[in-house]
């Protein structure tokens, strides 16, 4: 008879293998065998953060902080696009694993945290390389606190986890719903903050940005990035707990309605 420690043991070290299984499979699906998926996973954010630079260095005298646009948009661009990117891979979760989802050793769950694991990997290595590519090719010094950077990164992230799970579950069962988050989403890119530094906007406007949570990891990604940037509006407990409370929501969602969800 297998005690129940040993059991509990046996049960978390299959979950752990469901997983790698799972992140190798989508890693080979997103990205195939060569090198042109990753290269172009790079060259994507790279090319609008320059079209960006170059568009607004011909409008404007010198960026709102510091000397560099490229900087400055990287800044923004950076964690928005880790948001974005992670949400809408997990949001796909159920779509492409729906067949492996018929076996009983694999959980919806499963198929969302290998998603969300796989989407911040991939961006966590885009991110790194792009602020190496853009270090080397300003004439600017920088004082990072990479403790910052990394919190950044990691809430950007969560956001798209909690965000993702729950529309993983109100896609499938309302379609309708779909077109509506493209609708909503479609300002996001603007309203989170990427083009402009929120103290800059009139007052009423900051009262409606600050319930945008990307707004807040766009503003502590900066504050590590310039070290004389301080923003008092950014509030990291209203950040974790909307991303939890969003992800908890969306996890019971898919386990209550798990085998409805697959019918659908």
């Not at 998926?37 to 170059?54: D, M, R, T, V």
């Not at 950014?234 to 386990?255: D, E, K």
Request: proline residues 5%.
């Amino acid at each position: 008879m297998i005690a129940p420690a040993a059991r509990a043991g046996k049960v978390r070290f299959q979950r752990l293998r469901v997983l790698f299984a799972l992140m190798v499979r989508e890693m080979q699906t997103n990205f195939g065998r060569s090198w042109g998926g990753y290269f172009w996973a790079i060259a994507e954010p790279l090319g609008g953060i320059l079209l960006l630079s170059i568009a607004f260095g011909l409008a404007l005298r010198s960026p709102p902080l510091g000397s560099s646009f490229l900087l400055f948009y990287a800044s923004g661009y950076i964690p928005y696009n880790t948001y974005n990117y992670v949400s809408n891979a997990v949001t796909g979760a159920i779509r492409s694993n729906r067949g492996l989802l018929t076996y009983p050793v694999v959980t919806m769950l499963d198929a969302v945290l290998a998603k969300f694991l796989l989407s911040t990997l991939t961006m966590l290595v885009v991110g790194v390389l792009l602020y190496i590519i853009i270090f080397l090719s300003i004439d600017q010094p920088v004082q990072l606190d990479l403790g910052l950077i990394a919190l950044a990164f990691f809430l950007a992230a969560l956001i798209g986890l909690g965000v993702g799970a729950l529309n993983c579950v109100l896609f499938r069962f309302f379609p309708t719903w779909r077109s509506v988050w493209k609708i909503l989403s479609r300002p996001k890119f603007i309203l989170s903050g990427v083009l402009f530094l929120y103290e800059a906007v009139p007052a009423g406007l900051r009262d409606v940005l600050w319930f945008n949570p990307v707004a807040h990891v766009i503003g502590l990604m900066r504050a590590g990035i310039y070290g004389g940037y301080h923003p008092q509006y950014v509030s990291i407990p209203y950040v974790v707990g909307l991303s939890l409370g969003l992800f908890v929501i969306g996890a019971y969602l898919l386990r209550r309605h798990a085998t409805a969800l697959l019918d659908l």
